[in-house]
Each structure stands twice: as C-alpha cells, then as structure tokens.
C-alpha cells in the first residue's frame, strides 16, 4: 500500500495545486489585488470543496476551520514565494503522512492500513496542531525563498 500512497497522492496533490494556487489563485489575482484577501478567498474555496470529506462528521466547525487555513496558508505561501514548489510539497507530504502513518475509519482514508489507527481524534486540537504547523511551515518558506532570491 505505501507504493500505491508513494505514487498516487503527490499526482492528487500536485493536481489540486496546480488548480487551486496556478489557475484560480492567478484567474481571481486578476480581480483581488490584496494577498491577504486573495488568500482568504482561494483558501475558503479549497477548504469548501473538501467539505464532502468524511471528516467534517466530527467537528464540522473546526474541521472546516482546519480545511480553510490550509488553504489560505497554501494560497499565501505561493503568493510570497512567487511559487507553488512549496505548496505541491507540503501538501503531498500532508496527505501522504496521514495515509501512511494515521488513518481512522472516519477519513477520506478510510481503514487504509497504516502505521497507527486512530479511534478518536480531538478536531480543534487537530486545527490548532495545523495552525501551528503551516504557520512555522510560512515562516521557514519565506525565509528560505528570500535567502535564495538573494544569493541571485
């Protein structure tokens, strides 16, 4: 299963990153001109359209919450960055870490085998722990981008 999870979800990822920061992320760039507010748009977008998720039974508030701020962290970080290198990663790395290592049997996942199953998840702990992860994840990105922009 981990060569199936190895192959097929960055080919999910990258076409999600592709659509959401390449296409629309630039198509509405074209009427919002604030990042902040451009981010929060294509953020609440791609967090919407993973509203059908399994997940969203257990706390639709927070799951949905968690769902938003990935998106609109994905948004502004390839705002800042002028790239979406950074996007397509962490958002396969995201998705592959939790089909390898913890799935549950409410997730998009399902009861994919993995490394740990998990029979009760805390949903706002699960979006402050998201928060606080892309949050360093924007730190780390900018600052690594800018560093390499100088060096050019």
Known sequence: MVIFVIF???IQTTSEELFF???LLQWIGKLVKQPILLSIIVGFIFGALHFGNPEMSNSALWVGLDYVFTGFMLSYITIRTN???FTIGAHAANNMFFCIFL???NSVYGNL???LALTDVNSMLSTIYSIITYTLFFIIAVHYHKKNA???
Do not use: C
Request: glycine content about 6%; charged content about 35%; hydrophobic content about 30%.
């Open 150 to 152: 100088d060096k050019k």
């Open 113 to 115: 085998p993995s490394l």
């Open 8 to 10: 097929l979800v960055p």
């Open 83 to 85: 790239s979406a290198e």
């Open 103 to 105: 799935t549950y049997e």
């Open 21 to 23: 920061r390449g296409f």
